[in-house]
């Protein structure tokens, strides 16, 4: 990237393309937090819900790319040395690492779909607006629990197992992070460490963690449509669109994104003095990254999940519903906009069966 000296900082294209992305991420991380505000509005009493955890951690992400982006353009243009090593490269790194978490924590919600088991005829309530946490067995606790609820919203005892792997995954991820920043700060000094690589090998870490993650959710994205193809109704039918929409969206923008990182430094932009590419490489390659790679997924989910859950009504406790891949006529009409939670094929071909 020649020309990042100049009097203009970037290249006139790529300092374009570097605002343009800025803004489109400051466009996602705003509509993620406003309905996040929307709907906690809407069930305040349940906490912490699947629908507003994944609104949080997509919102969080692209607003870090958007401090990320901006700070980048700041640091050419003022020559911030510090920037172009571990301070930047933590900015960088950090939105990706939300960014994974959250389609980690899809990932996690479809392979329970898969895998609850037949004869489970408890349902847990819809995807989007079921409390993250598991309902205890104690019914009689419901009134204590809300009030803990207020001041702990997330009771780690009460996460479901796989969701705990995704919490621990995550934390696990982040602390290999810091651990390269560590690395990359103490490569500056004199001993054989090498930061730039350093960088680099943590790019290719990520990179095949998002290829992986791309793969998981194209085949339990498939088992999901596929057990949803069994039921015959309209419900399910519009889910397995959601679904199979999510998953193709999923594995074409995680591999562009990838691609962009194992083959390219692209994802290196903060470190704005080792830059060599032409002007308008980089900016497709910088648009393949960001737009292709995070933008549009998180467009897409917040787009599956833009309906809000049904309103509570004050003083009545939280009650599980039989929702299932197929509603009947009675739950469809009070809950019209819930979306795919676990239950037994059987009891879904059953209830889809005219007979």
């Known amino acids: 990237m020649s020309g990042f000296r100049d009097a203009h900082c970037f290249p006139r294209l790529v300092l374009a393309v570097n605002l343009a992305l800025a803004l489109l991420h400051a466009l996602v991380a705003s509509l993620a937090f406003f309905q996040l505000m929307r709907i906690h509005l809407r069930n305040a009493q349940l906490g912490l819900t699947r629908q507003k955890v994944f609104h949080l951690l997509i919102g969080s992400s692209n607003l870090g790319y958007v401090i990320y982006l901006a700070l980048t353009l700041i640091a050419a243009c003022n020559g911030w040395t510090f920037w172009s090593h571990s301070c930047g490269f933590m900015f960088m790194a950090f939105p990706k690492v939300l960014f994974f978490a959250a389609f980690l924590l899809l990932l996690s919600f479809w392979v329970d779909l898969c895998h609850q088991a037949d004869d489970d005829d408890d349902y847990e309530g819809s995807f989007c607006d079921s409390p993250l946490l598991e309902k205890t067995s104690n019914e009689s606790n419901i009134a204590s629990i809300d009030s803990h609820r207020k001041c702990f919203p997330l009771r780690l005892s009460r996460v479901g197992n796989r969701q705990k792997i995704v919490i621990l995954v995550t934390l696990l991820v982040f602390i290999t992070m810091m651990a390269f920043a560590v690395i990359i700060w103490i490569g ?26 791309g793969g998981a959710l194209a085949c339990y994205g498939i088992l999901l449509c596929l057990k949803m193809s069994k039921v015959r109704a309209e419900k399910p039918s519009s889910e397995m669109w ?38 308008a490489y980089t900016s497709l390659m910088l648009i393949l990254y960001y737009f292709v790679g995070s933008s549009i997924p998180s467009a897409v989910i917040l787009w599956v999940m833009r309906e809000l859950p049904p309103a509570e009504a004050a003083g009545i406790p939280e009650e599980s519903s039989t929702i299932t891949f197929v509603a009947d006529s009675s739950i469809a009409i009070h809950h019209p906009q819930r979306w795919t939670t676990a239950t037994s094929m059987q009891n879904q071909i059953s209830r889809a069966s005219p007979i």
């Open 242 to 279: 959601k679904v199979a929409g999510l998953t193709i969206v999923s594995v074409l923008c995680f591999t562009s994104s990838s691609c962009v990182e194992l083959l390219t430094d692209i994802p290196m932009q903060y470190n704005w003095n080792q830059q060599r590419l032409n002007d």
């Open 188 to 213: 500056l000094g004199k001993n054989p460490i090498d930061s730039e690589v350093a960088a680099q090998v943590y790019l290719d870490l990520s990179a095949i963690g998002m290829l992986l993650l």
